[in-house]
């Protein structure tokens, strides 16, 4: 990930062997993970039976605040595609009840479609 995407804020899709380390104690017998992406030190993970949400805090980022969000309880989602001056994408996701979405933002050479794919085999 560019460090100005980052800086952006700006999504970028994260290395397998960044996952095994932060994910040992997480997944569960049979779960997979299917895409994820970091944004500067925080995390989204889409697995096969979850969208796993990984806040980094403190100035070292030891610290962790991981959630876990069963594909069951999105209500609805949207994706908007980069365009020829807005170069970015973005991924919303409500959960349960709250009014306000969950806003992810993809740079443009991640493929949006992918994660749009993953979360409507699984929530719908």
């Given at each position: ?9 700006n ?11 932060i994910l040992?104690n997480?997944l569960?017998?049979?779960e997979?993970?299917e895409k ?8 989204f ?5 979850r969208l ?5 805090q403190?100035m070292?980022?030891?610290k962790?605040?991981?959630v876990s969000?069963?594909?069951?309880k999105i209500?609805k989602?949207?994706?908007e595609?980069?365009?020829h001056f807005?170069?970015?994408?973005e991924?919303k996701i409500w959960?349960g009840s709250d009014?306000?979405?969950i806003?992810?933002?993809f740079?443009?050479g991640d ?5 749009y794919?993953?979360i409507?085999?699984h929530?719908?």
């Amino acid at each position: 990930m560019g460090l100005l995407s980052g800086l952006m804020g700006n999504a970028s899709e994260v290395d397998d062997s960044d996952l095994e380390k932060i994910l040992a104690n997480t997944l569960i017998d049979g779960e997979q993970v299917e895409k994820a992406y970091k944004v500067v030190r925080d995390m989204f993970i889409f697995t096969n039976k979850r969208l796993i949400l990984i806040d980094k805090q403190g100035m070292t980022g030891s610290k962790m605040e991981m959630v876990s969000i069963a594909y069951s309880k999105i209500t609805k989602f949207s994706k908007e595609s980069a365009g020829h001056f807005d170069l970015d994408a973005e991924l919303k996701i409500w959960v349960g009840s709250d009014p306000t979405p969950i806003c992810k933002e993809f740079k443009s050479g991640d493929n949006i479609n992918d994660v749009y794919r993953i979360i409507s085999q699984h929530a719908l």
